[in-house]
């Protein structure tokens, strides 16, 4: 059965590593105008403020970036981002009041940008406005279709940008809808492409987040897919990293569990089996989680994510630890993880 996918978060996660990319690859007039030496700031936080109570049902990605312009004005900008999956006919309106609520915030000039990712081809706004009486309002914004670069795909195969990734794998995970087989090939070749595109280690890391977020499978066929990949690294000599995040936090559970039954086994046989069992399965919960906490932060952070292992290693909290390898997936950086449990401990 296919599963709800979640196209926002994926989408979120992309975006937080690959907003240049993304101006680069969806909006090149944008890109071509703003100071890149320049230092960019995100500030979805206070767009969070500005849009909580707009009445409009549903989650979406948003973002918000405050960039500096390249003419002669020197002056600094806001871009903001809206990634819409689903019809909405409410949206133009949206674009439109986030539009001059993050104006009349900032008294700074405001570029909106839409890309639209549903699987219809007519639906496309770009436009808000309404006249009365005399009394005229018009808004227009840039927007791209998803479904548009169905027709360029070999653009999408020879492109360099990460973006092109991103668009190939949303669209084949809605091509492949009830279709898991479909899927798994089509995975498979965007990983595959990642290597063969030469792209850094820490390149791979993000995009095979963003592919596995999106490309979801049945366990049974991850696993064949797991192995194609492992085989193929063998082949090409390639250094396996660690590969879906599900795969390895169900691997770090269960080796902390064996790990935990061995020494109740041994345990049990010197101080009572009933006792001993029961020690050794709570210290294997434990190692497990911790296990599964390591292969996240080496993934999504690497050697800056691993620094936190120490504190997180001392926390007994079977619970907070459940908590923070949860939020590993969705959090943008180690110390809005230390916030988590530092917060737990105050």
């Known amino acids: 059965m296919e599963q709800q996918i979640d196209y926002d978060g994926a989408w979120k996660e992309a975006l937080d590593e690959y907003f240049v990319e993304f101006m680069s690859f969806f909006f090149p007039q944008a890109y071509n105008n703003i100071n890149w030496d320049k230092n960019y700031e995100s500030l979805n936080n206070e767009l969070q403020q500005i849009t909580r109570d707009a009445e409009f049902k549903g989650r979406y990605v948003d973002k918000l970036v405050r960039v500096w312009r390249k003419d002669d004005q020197e002056a600094w900008v806001l871009v903001h981002i809206e990634i819409q999956s689903q019809v909405d006919m409410d949206f133009s309106k949206r674009?439109?009041?986030y539009n001059y609520r993050i104006f009349d915030r900032y008294d700074r000039l405001?570029?909106?940008?839409?890309?639209?990712g549903d699987e219809g081809k007519s639906w496309r706004p770009s436009?808000?406005?309404?006249?009365?009486?005399?009394?005229?309002?018009?808004?227009?914004?840039p927007s791209v279709k998803l479904t548009d670069y169905r027709e360029k795909w070999k653009e999408l195969e020879e492109s360099d940008n990460p973006f092109a990734t991103v668009v190939m794998a949303h669209l084949k995970t809605q091509e492949t809808k009830g279709n898991f087989e479909a899927r798994k090939?089509?995975?498979?070749?965007l990983i595959r492409r990642l290597y063969e595109k030469g792209y850094s280690k820490e390149d791979i890391r993000k995009l095979f987040i963003f592919i596995d977020w999106l490309m979801y499978l049945p366990e049974e066929v991850e696993n064949q897919l797991r192995y194609e990949i492992r085989k193929y690294e063998e082949e090409k000599n390639m250094q396996h990293i660690s590969t879906i995040e599900k795969i390895a936090i169900k691997e770090g559970w269960q080796q902390g569990l064996q790990q935990g039954l061995q020494q109740g086994l041994q345990q049990g046989l010197q101080q009572g089996l009933q006792q001993g069992l029961q020690q050794g399965l709570e210290k294997g919960i434990l190692e497990g989680i911790l296990e599964g906490i390591k292969i996240m932060l080496d993934f999504r952070f690497g050697d800056s994510g691993l620094k936190l292992l120490p504190e997180i290693s001392q926390i007994k909290d079977v619970e907070l630890l459940r908590k923070i390898l949860n939020e590993i997936k969705s959090i943008n950086s180690p110390d809005e993880l230390r916030k988590i449990y530092d917060s737990k401990n105050e």
Do not use: T
Not at 185 to 189: A, E, H, L, R, S
């Open 95 to 97: 674009m439109y009041i």
């Open 110 to 116: 405001v570029a909106s940008f839409a890309v639209l």
């Open 127 to 141: 436009f808000f406005g309404y006249e009365l009486w005399g009394c005229e309002v018009g808004f227009k914004f």
């Open 185 to 189: 090939f089509w995975k498979f070749y």
